[in-house]
Nanobody, 127 residues
Framework: QVQLVESGGGLVQAGGSLRLSCAAS?????????????MAWFRQAPGKKRELVAA????????GYVDSVKGRFIINRNNDEKTAHLQMNSLKPEDTAVYYC???????????????WGQGTQVTVSS
């Protein structure tokens, strides 16, 4: 059972930057340890559905982004350290949401298709 813990959220002014981190813990008996899992970041704003923001394949060689964050956000991972990160630049008030780190055996589109979820970290962007 992979466990995910996010950190790095907070309050920032529009135009600023934040770096979210996700620390994964897995057990040697896990059939799918962290380095075999795709990882992603979802976000959920009040009154809205969870949205897939960025995803990265197990090796880190392939990434994808929702159009609204392309050119501003960067997802990466370090399998040796069992971490994933989301660098968020040029933040806008509409980026305000709870951000979740997730993992699954492959990249999926729907929130309910990801197997492991962190507890979430709040990002608030003031105008």
């Amino acid at each position: 059972q992979v466990q995910l813990v996010e950190s790095g959220g907070g309050l920032v002014q529009a135009g600023g930057s934040l770096r979210l981190s996700c620390a994964a813990s897995d057990h040697p008996s896990d059939y799918y340890p962290m380095y075999k899992l795709a990882m992603a970041w979802f976000r959920q704003a009040p009154g809205k559905k969870r949205e897939l923001v960025a995803a990265i394949n197990p090796s880190g060689a392939s990434t994808g982004y929702v159009d609204s964050v392309k050119g501003r956000f960067i997802i990466n991972r370090n399998n040796d350290e069992k971490t994933a990160h989301l660098q968020m630049n040029s933040l806008k008030p509409e980026d305000t949401a709870v951000y979740y780190c997730v993992a699954a055996i492959s990249i999926r589109a729907g929130a309910d298709e990801w197997d492991y979820w962190g507890q979430g970290t709040q990002v608030t962007v003031s105008s």
